[in-house]
């Protein structure tokens, strides 16, 4: 059975003070591990997918990494917009649906 | 691009009613369109799977008679909660799958039974 493990369950910044966020899985065939961004009472926005270990990606502050058994989502220098609940999911096997962990709860405070 | 949405974002209903939810892809075709549901500060839950044109397919524990999935388009999927109960109140979630197999969500609809 597939399993995503997201760590912290929660997250305190101030602005500006970078820090990175844990995803941990354990899956059999791993075709893409995806980052998304949820606010409250919305639906997830898609952020990143990653495929092989070794791959990175980036967008504005953000910067996901990939390892064989993890993968980082680096936030640089945060703003108090970038607070939301990221999501971490992963695709495996020859199906389409994803497995995602419980999230991170991101705050930064001005 | 890659533009979905959903209707209605909210409703309210009586228990014992139908309630239905529409999700649309809008500027892409979608074979595939996913529902999911999500309780208060926990994470999403597949519920079925949505092929345009053939039966959706279950997981394990969600009743496929009380849940009834119609994908009749390559746009559009939906979702009707049939005989709701207060325990069926959820935020309901659709994502519609492109052809890089990233799954594009919609903004969710909360449905309340009272």
């Known amino acids: 059975e597939d399993q995503v493990t997201q760590s912290p369950e929660a997250l305190r910044l101030q602005e500006g003070e970078s820090s990175s966020l844990n995803c941990s899985y354990t899956v059999s065939g791993l075709r893409g591990l995806f980052w998304y961004r949820q606010d409250p009472g919305k639906g997830p926005e898609f952020l990143f997918t990653l495929y092989s270990a070794g791959e990175e990606k980036e967008k504005e502050r953000l910067k996901a990494t990939l390892t064989k058994k993890e993968s980082f989502l680096h936030i640089t220098a945060p703003k108090p917009e970038d607070s939301a609940t990221y999501l971490c999911?992963?695709?495996?096997?020859?199906?389409?649906?994803?497995?995602f962990g419980k999230g991170t709860m991101l705050l930064v405070s001005p | 691009g890659a533009v979905v949405s959903q209707h209605p974002s909210w409703v309210i209903c009586k228990s014992g009613t139908s309630v239905k939810i529409e999700c649309r892809s809008l500027?892409?075709?979608?074979?595939?369109m996913f529902w999911y549901r999500q309780f208060p500060k926990q994470s999403l839950m597949l519920m079925a799977t949505?092929?345009?044109?053939?039966?959706?397919?279950?997981e394990q524990g969600v009743e496929k008679d009380k849940f009834l999935i119609n994908h009749a388009s390559l746009t559009l999927s939906t979702l009707t909660v049939t005989s709701a109960h207060p325990e069926d109140s959820s935020f309901y979630i659709c994502?519609?799958?492109?052809?890089?197999?990233?799954?594009?969500f919609g903004p969710g609809t909360r449905l309340t039974v009272l």
């Open positions: 999911a992963v695709q495996a096997g020859r199906y389409s649906t994803l497995t």
């Open positions: 994502s519609a799958l492109r052809l890089t197999d990233t799954q594009y």
């Open positions: 949505s092929n345009e044109g053939s039966k959706a397919t279950y």
């Open positions: 500027d892409f075709q979608a074979t595939t």
